[in-house]
């Protein structure tokens, strides 16, 4: 049972433009929530994360947004470059076990077009 | 500073043998996570290592085990491969501090044939 879910397997974005990337969970004792990027023959890095005391939270060009009734966050991508083309990941951790014990969503492949 | 290192690269096997994947944690980091990313698959947890003793596992069978030795590193064992055992293979390290990220090394490709 897939407890964070991206159910958009790829997204294409002109260069330039916002990116929106979706992730919906399921499970209500979430209370931390982290996006991950990877490139091809790379390991996941962390981009940015949110905590459920926030509705928002900013890093430059990238901002996630959290809407807990709804159970769902964004990440937003502006403007969008051709180096943002990965997977990318939402995850949250378990609430039974470590902090880093982290559940993934399936990921959604961004393609920047120039 | 070093990062996760995973070794080996690439491992190609055939149905019921074992393999063994190797991991170092970045210097400092005492809990070792791994994951299998199946193609078309999110990533799934698989183990979690601190302090040399395993905290929790996924939902995978027995024949996933894996160790931490003093030194941090990990092993994870892949008994009786299976042709869905063809995945790649994450490690993650971290320190035992709250929220903190993982940092994860660039994989092992399994293939079973």
């Known amino acids: 049972d897939q407890q964070v879910k991206q159910n958009s397997p790829s997204l294409s974005v002109q260069e330039g433009r916002i990116s929106i990337l979706n992730c919906d969970y399921t499970?209500?004792?979430?209370?931390?929530f982290l996006w991950y990027k990877k490139y091809p023959a790379e390991g996941p890095t962390f981009l940015i994360s949110?905590?459920?005391?926030?509705d928002k939270n900013e890093d430059g060009r990238f901002t996630v947004f959290l809407n807990k009734s709804a159970k769902h966050l964004s990440l937003h991508i502006v403007p969008s470059q051709p180096g943002d083309s990965a997977v990318y990941f939402c995850?949250?951790?378990?609430?039974?076990?470590?902090?880093?014990?982290?559940?993934f969503g399936s990921g959604t492949q961004l393609t920047v077009l120039p | 500073e070093a990062g996760v290192t995973q070794s080996p690269t690439h491992l190609i096997k055939t149905r019921g043998q074992q393999a063994t994947l190797r991991c170092s944690p970045i210097?400092?980091?005492?809990?070792v996570y791994w994951y299998q990313q199946a193609l078309g698959l999110g990533l799934q947890f698989l183990l979690w290592?601190?302090?040399?003793?395993?905290?929790n596992r996924g939902n995978f069978p027995p024949r996933f085990s894996g160790r931490q030795f003093p030194n941090y590193s990990s092993e994870l064992n892949v008994n009786a491969l299976e042709l869905e055992d063809s995945a790649l293979y994450l490690c993650?390290?971290?320190?035992?501090?709250?929220?903190?990220?993982?940092?994860f090394g660039s994989g092992t490709q399994l293939s079973v044939l």
């Open positions: 210097s400092g980091h005492t809990s």
């Open positions: 949110i905590s459920s005391i926030k």
């Open positions: 499970n209500s004792m979430f209370d931390y």
């Open positions: 290592y601190d302090e040399g003793e395993e905290r």
């Open positions: 993650a390290s971290s320190r035992w501090v709250t929220n903190e990220k993982l940092f």
């Open positions: 995850a949250a951790p378990l609430p039974s076990g470590s902090a880093r014990q982290l559940t």
